[in-house]
């Protein structure tokens, strides 16, 4: 009997691939296998803001599963490779919004939870009337979760009405005076002050808020 009739049989008289088609083969199956965990299993991020400093600084390469929560399902579907709403260098759109699919999202392995860091799109974006799966990627700790009652009183978060303890190491935004004299830049690195684009207050703990004010040209 003979057990290698499964394999493929040789034929002599195929003409055999020349280099360039293989190697446009192996890109092709390359970038389909890639988009494919990129969309359904895994992908990368680079944190782009000081938002989550303690945690994570500006500048982390992380690779954020999608098959806990479960992935959700291309919404344009039709998009360049591996950009996300805008092409590099050249700047315009990486994707055709003429074909929009509805939201859908696979099962995945457990729920978000109170205190876990999530990825997610920025639900506003009024400005440049992006696709859902265009918008910004933001990525911030679960607060809360369907059903609680969420508030922020003076930089204190509230859930269903009891304060939540604060991070060691919280971070607020403080604005200041001084008397005409600036500060020197160096006394903000020391005291891990952070500066982000679109917010021109300094972001800082309480410590450091205490620190800064007994500098003579600080006023408040």
Known sequence: MNWKFWK????????????????????????????LI?????????????SMERSLLVGDFLFVSKVNYGPRTPMTPIAFPFAHHTMPIIGTKAYWDGLELSYHRIPGFSDVKKGDVVVFNYPQDTINNRPVDKRENYIKRCQGTPGDTLSVVNAQVYVNGKVMPNPPGEQIDYTYSTTGMDVNPQIFDDLHVSFYEGNPNPTMTPEAANTLKGYSNIKS
């Open 8 to 35: 493929k049989k040789n034929n002599p008289n195929k003409k055999k691939k020349s280099a360039t088609r293989e190697w446009v083969d192996a890109i092709v199956f390359a970038v389909i296998a890639a988009t």
């Open 38 to 50: 990129r969309t359904f299993f895994i992908e990368a991020y680079v944190i782009p803001t000081p």
